[in-house]
């Protein structure tokens, strides 16, 4: 079975502009989490959503959103970026809400320039 | 809030032999979930090791092993017979209960790096 996959892996993007990453679960999990992952630190939650809602978010600017699709799959997007956005960041899914194992994703690599 | 902590930035372990990673954590629950997540360069998070703060017996997982100390509020990995592919960040993280919380994300330490020498 496929494990969790992020795409792009990387993307270089100017200061001001928007970016969409996409994350699909393992086949079977129906909650997906974000993290930011800043050189030299721990991730740091996002989001985490169950059954396409909201059931999570982390202390981070309205500028940060994120939707899950009916097929579980999700999309985090950032607006308006700044340099400070430039991270690793990183998807996990899990089989229920509140489930205490999480599988991690890749990561896609934002440079923000 | 909850927190967690790895004091130890760096740590390196000759090949074979065994390396203790320090991890503290402040909570006021009783109940909670610890782990111990590896990142190697391929950046993927790997679960290495689990422990449910009810449980009393210390979890192990082949050459790795925990020594959780409730009251000292202390969750340090032990490698045993170190390996090369053991070079990685090792991060600890805590997560609440699903009763306790409307949502339940993983709190990170800030991690440590293991380097294996031959």
């Known amino acids: 079975d496929a494990g969790v996959t992020q795409s792009p892996t990387h993307l270089i993007k100017t200061r001001g502009q928007q970016v969409t990453l996409r994350c699909s679960p393992i086949s079977g999990h129906k909650s997906v989490s974000w993290y930011q992952q800043v050189l030299g630190q721990g991730p740091q939650f996002i989001f985490q959503y169950y059954e396409k809602e909201e059931r999570g978010r982390g202390n981070f600017p309205d500028r940060f959103s994120a939707r899950q699709f009916p097929n579980y799959s999700s999309e985090l997007n950032v607006n308006a970026l700044l340099l400070g956005d430039s991270a690793l960041y990183l998807c996990?899914?899990?089989?229920?809400?509140?489930?205490?194992?999480?599988?991690f994703g890749q990561g896609t690599r934002l440079t923000v320039v | 809030a909850q927190t967690v902590t790895q004091s130890q930035p760096e740590m390196s372990v000759q090949e074979a032999e065994t390396v203790t990673l320090s991890c503290t954590y402040d909570?006021?629950?009783?109940?909670?979930?610890l782990f111990w997540y590896k990142q190697p360069p391929s950046r993927q998070m790997i679960l290495v090791i689990r422990?449910?703060?009810?449980?009393?017996q210390n979890a192990t997982e082949n050459r790795f092993s925990v020594n959780f100390q409730k009251a000292a509020k202390s969750f340090s990995l032990k490698i045993s017979d170190s390996q090369l592919g053991d070079a990685a960040m090792y991060f600890c993280a805590y997560r609440s209960p699903t009763e306790y919380a409307g949502n339940t994300p993983l709190v990170f330490g800030k991690g440590t790096r293991l380097s294996v020498i031959a």
């Open positions: 909570t006021s629950e009783s109940d909670y979930y």
């Open positions: 996990a899914s899990s089989l229920a809400w509140g489930n205490t194992e999480a599988f």
């Open positions: 422990q449910e703060a009810y449980k009393q």
